[in-house]
């Protein structure tokens, strides 16, 4: 089945304990994205990656770094979390970046900063 | 006390009416639009895209409407069954950049 796996589901942590959200997708794309979705804020967009090694900076990139070492996996890696950065997190996957046919999203992740 | 945004619009139907639900976008540039459902729980969904050069394109069930003149989209969603409840989103592409509007609550009655 096509998907974007997340994980963990939920997490609860406490400030300035570095954390690393993973995602993986199986369809071969080339373009990641994380988001976090806010009430009133919608989906914001943190990193994206265009390809291989290939990341650039979303709208809210401050406090999370990404890396891009295969085509599969796009983890977001929070250095020292912070009370701000509770909120849910979407990973999506597109065949490019323009995302023709639509983004495949994650289940999310839920996180809590303590 | 509540805050200025963040109590999204609503939209209730009674299951078997038609929904429609709108969405104004912010540039006039982007060239590629599209709508997402999504379910408590869940991530968003794709449900139908238009291109720019395009004004109205139909699925199962929905119909997307695009008014460049006005900036402004539609999802129309026919015979609304109580799974069509949720929160509906509409993405706009502009040279390779997707924004996502705030949403839609849609609740459908039996």
């Known amino acids: 089945e096509a998907q974007v796996t997340q994980n963990p589901r939920y997490l609860i942590t406490v400030t300035g304990k570095k954390l690393t959200v993973t995602c993986s997708q199986n369809?071969?794309?080339?373009?990641m994205s994380w988001y976090r979705q806010d009430p009133g804020l919608g989906l914001r967009q943190i990193y994206y990656?265009?390809?291989?090694?290939?990341?650039d900076k979303g709208d809210v990139p401050e406090g999370y770094k990404v890396s891009r070492k295969e085509k599969r996996n796009f983890p977001l890696i929070l250095e020292s979390p912070s009370p701000n950065q509770t909120s849910l997190y979407f990973c999506a996957s597109s065949l490019n970046r323009k995302g023709v046919g639509g983004y495949t999203f994650g289940s999310g992740t839920r996180l809590t900063v303590v | 006390g509540e805050s200025v945004g963040l109590h999204l619009p609503t939209l209730s139907v009674q299951e078997g009416d038609n929904s429609i639900i709108n969405c104004a976008y912010s540039?006039?540039?982007?060239?590629?639009f599209i709508w997402y459902k999504q379910e408590s729980g869940k991530g968003p969904q794709f449900i139908i895209d238009?291109?720019?050069?395009?004004d109205k394109r139909q699925g199962q069930r929905v119909t997307v409407l695009l008014n460049k003149t006005v900036k402004h989209l539609s999802l129309q969603i026919a015979a609304t069954q109580p799974g069509d409840s949720a929160v509906y989103f509409c993405?706009?592409?502009?040279?390779?950049?997707?924004?996502f509007g705030q949403g839609t609550i849609l609740t459908v009655h039996p």
């Open positions: 540039n006039s540039a982007s060239d590629y």
């Open positions: 990656s265009m390809n291989v090694e290939v990341t």
């Open positions: 369809m071969n794309h080339e373009y």
């Open positions: 993405a706009e592409n502009m040279g390779g950049k997707l924004t």
């Open positions: 238009i291109r720019s050069n395009m």
